[in-house]
Each structure stands twice: as C-alpha cells, then as structure tokens.
C-alpha cells in the first residue's frame, strides 16, 4: 500500500523543483530509472527481449 502512495505522490506537482525524482512509467519503480527509455532497467529488458522496442537487439558474443 505504501508503494501505491508513493507513485501518487510522484506523480503531484511537487513545491521545489529540485525534489523531483524518476519513477518507471510501467512499475513504478525509482531506481535503475533509464531516462532515454523513460523505464526501470528490469521493464526495458524484458520489453527488448519481446522485441516491443525498436532499435534495442540482444547483445551476443
């Protein structure tokens, strides 16, 4: 429940400018935030691997 309060609270305007923090569009989560895909590190991997982003490819050796 306390997660559900956070992602609200994120998504309000806040007072200072400066106190606003990422959050994953998808999960909601804060950290590992990739600011060119706009999602956590956790939903960008497995959108890539379902192949829903354009452009990313699995890196093989």
């Known amino acids: 429940m306390a997660k559900l309060s956070k992602i609200a609270q ?3 305007k806040l007072k200072f ?3 606003q923090y990422n959050r994953c569009g998808l999960c909601g989560r804060p950290r590992a935030f990739l600011r060119k ?3 956590c590190r956790i939903c960008l991997r497995h959108r890539a691997l379902r192949g829903e982003i354009t452009g ?3 890196s093989s050796w």
Request: aromatic share 8%.
């Open 37 to 39: 895909f706009k999602m």
């Open 17 to 19: 400018p400066v106190r």
């Open 10 to 12: 994120a998504k309000r």
């Open 56 to 58: 990313v490819t699995k």
